[in-house]
């Protein structure tokens, strides 16, 4: 049992990182492109609002048609769930930014890629973590669904000690989830609390 949880964590991990590598580039990119395209920022946040309401389930799903059965349905359809809150704080943090700062360093001779570099990212990064650190203890969680179109990880083992009704194995897996959501949390908290501290 215990040899099997621990491939599943491995492959869980796996899956996590994966997706979330997949929602910071698309919620990084639409974040900027909603920050400073205002027409196009409704349209944007509105189609992030749509998606923190889809059922994580529905999302897995929905892929089967297109992507099959496997690793990479689950990615997709959680990166898909961790869009939502890295592109929303994005938006926010950029456009927090003190409008003196930016001034202030176009007085100074600054063109547009240093005044996001050395300014923006900054001023913005504190804000813009807590949408990535929201985002991580999502996908951990919701990952374990990935067991049910073929995935793996975690939800392996929490749906086998359903089936077969071994408590311990559920349990086990349950608590190594949550574990596991738990420090990845803890360790965003930490990076947001040393960048503002920076700030």
């Not at 923190?52 to 359809?77: D, F, I, M, N, Q």
């Not at 950029?94 to 202030?104: F, K, L, N, S, Y």
């Not at 300014?119 to 067991?147: D, F, K, M, Q, W």
Request: glycine share 10%; proline share 4%.
């Amino acid at each position: 049992m215990w040899g099997d949880l621990a491939i599943h964590l491995w492959e869980h991990v796996q899956l996590a990182a994966a997706a979330l590598a997949l929602a910071l580039a698309f919620g990084l990119t639409f974040g900027i492109l909603a920050a400073y395209v205002a027409p196009l920022r409704a349209a944007i946040l509105a189609l992030a609002s749509i998606g923190r309401t889809l059922p994580s389930l529905a999302v897995l799903k929905l892929l089967l048609p297109w992507l099959g059965v496997g690793v990479a349905s689950a990615v997709v359809a959680l990166a898909i769930l961790a869009i939502p809150p890295i592109l929303i704080n994005v938006d926010l943090a950029i456009r927090e930014v003190p409008r003196a700062a930016i001034d202030a360093a176009t007085g100074m001779g600054m063109d547009g890629r240093q005044r996001f570099a050395r300014v923006i990212v900054p001023y913005a990064l504190p804000v813009g973590i807590v949408g990535i650190r929201t985002a991580a203890t999502e996908v951990i969680a919701s990952a374990t669904l990935a067991t049910f179109i073929g995935g793996g990880g975690l939800g392996d083992d929490i749906v086998r000690g359903l089936q077969t009704d071994d408590a311990g194995l559920l349990v086990a897996s349950a608590t190594v989830v949550a574990g596991l959501a738990i420090a990845v949390d803890l360790i965003f908290s930490r990076i947001a609390e040393r960048l503002e501290v920076l700030a």
